[in-house]
C-alpha cells in the first residue's frame, strides 16, 4: 500500500481530522474486525447510569440518614439543613440560607476528582466524545487539540483535585468507624451495612491511592531510589495499585452507589438493617 496519498473519500464526505493530508489510500473506515464498538458503548451506559442515579440521589435531599449509616454521597454534611446526626460529620458552615440538597456542596470534590482522572478522561472522551472510539479507529472529528483549550484545559488541575480527595476519604473513613454503632448510638454492634461500608470505603482508598498524581507525589522528582528506600518502597506500593487503576475506578464507582443506595432502602423504611453482632 503506498503511502503519500490522499485517501479516497465517498462523494459528500469533507476531508478532516485523520482523513486528510498523506494518509493512505484506504477506502474503509478502519480495518478493524472486532466487535470494538462494545467497549465504549459499555463505558457509555455504565457511566451514564451512574450520572443519572447520582444525580437524583443528590438532589433528593432525603432517605440519606438512618442511625448510624450516612450516605457518602451526602457525608460530611455541611448546611444547616442536614439531618441531625449524633456525633456525625455535620458541621453546619453554610447556614439557613441554603435551600438546596446538602449533597451538592459536598459532591463537586470527588466528582472532580472523578472528573479529571486520566483513566475516567479515556472513558468519556471515548464512550461519549468518540474521541477516538477505539485504538486504530478514527474519530469523526475534524480537528484535534487535544487538552490545550478551554475547557479541557483545566483537566490539569487534577492533582489539586486529589488533595481534596484524600480528606474527604478520610471523613468516610470516620463514617465507616460510626458505622460499628447501632440505632441507639451504642459501640460494639456490626449490621450488613457495616461490611457495606466496610468494602466501600476499601476501594475509595484502593482508588484514590492508584492515582496518577499519588504516585507522583510519592516517587516523583526523585533522582536517586536508592537514597530514599521508603518513598522508593511506598512508590512501588502505589505502582501497583496504579496498574490496578481502571478495576478500581469500576468497583469504587460501583461501591459508592450501592453504599448510598443500601442507606436509601433502610432509612425510606425497605426493611431493616440486619444485625451480625
Known amino acids: 500500500m503506498a503511502t503519500g496519498t490522499e485517501p479516497h473519500l465517498k462523494k459528500g464526505t469533507a476531508p478532516g481530522g485523520v482523513r486528510h493530508g498523506t494518509r493512505a489510500a484506504i477506502t474503509a473506515a478502519h480495518l478493524r474486525t472486532d466487535r470494538w464498538w462494545l467497549q465504549p458503548a459499555a463505558t457509555a451506559a455504565g457511566l451514564f447510569a451512574f450520572v443519572v442515579y447520582s444525580t437524583w440521589r443528590a438532589f433528593a435531599n432525603a432517605d440519606y440518614y438512618e442511625a448510624p449509616y450516612v450516605s457518602p454521597f451526602y457525608s460530611?454534611?455541611?448546611?444547616?439543613?442536614?439531618?441531625?446526626?449524633?456525633?456525625?460529620?455535620?458541621?453546619?458552615?453554610?447556614?439557613?440560607?441554603?435551600?438546596?440538597?446538602?449533597?451538592l456542596l459536598i459532591l463537586i470534590?470527588?466528582?472532580?476528582?472523578?472528573?479529571?482522572c486520566y483513566y475516567y478522561r479515556k472513558a468519556y472522551y471515548r464512550g461519549f466524545w468518540a474521541s477516538p472510539p477505539a485504538c486504530a479507529v478514527a474519530e469523526p472529528h475534524?480537528?484535534?487539540?487535544?487538552?490545550?483549550?478551554?475547557?479541557l484545559i483545566l483537566q490539569n488541575i487534577h492533582r489539586y483535585f486529589f488533595y481534596a480527595a484524600v480528606p474527604v476519604a478520610g471523613i468516610l473513613t470516620y463514617d465507616t468507624v460510626l458505622s460499628f454503632r447501632n440505632e441507639d448510638y451504642e459501640w460494639g454492634h456490626m449490621g450488613l451495612g457495616t461490611l457495606v461500608f466496610l468494602v466501600n470505603i476499601t476501594l475509595i482508598w484502593a482508588y484514590t491511592l492508584s492515582c496518577h498524581s499519588c504516585r507522583h507525589?510519592?516517587?516523583?522528582?526523585?533522582?536517586?531510589?536508592?537514597?530514599?528506600?521508603?518513598?522508593?518502597?511506598?512508590?512501588?506500593?502505589?505502582?501497583?495499585?496504579?496498574?490496578?487503576?481502571?478495576?478500581?475506578?469500576?468497583?469504587?464507582l460501583i461501591s459508592v452507589a450501592v453504599a448510598d443506595f443500601y442507606v436509601y432502602l433502610i432509612a425510606s423504611g425497605a426493611f431493616d438493617d440486619p444485625t451480625l453482632f
Open 76 to 103: 460530611p454534611c455541611i448546611a444547616d439543613n442536614c439531618e441531625p446526626m449524633k456525633n456525625g460529620p455535620n458541621w453546619e458552615i453554610f447556614g439557613s440560607w441554603w435551600g438546596l440538597s446538602p449533597a
Open 142 to 151: 475534524a480537528k484535534y487539540t487535544g487538552e490545550t483549550r478551554f475547557p
Open 109 to 116: 470534590f470527588p466528582l472532580g476528582f472523578r472528573l479529571t
Open 217 to 252: 507525589i510519592v516517587g516523583g522528582k526523585l533522582k536517586h531510589f536508592s537514597k530514599h528506600p521508603v518513598r522508593y518502597r511506598m512508590w512501588r506500593w502505589v505502582g501497583w495499585l496504579n496498574g490496578r487503576h481502571m478495576l478500581l475506578a469500576w468497583a469504587s
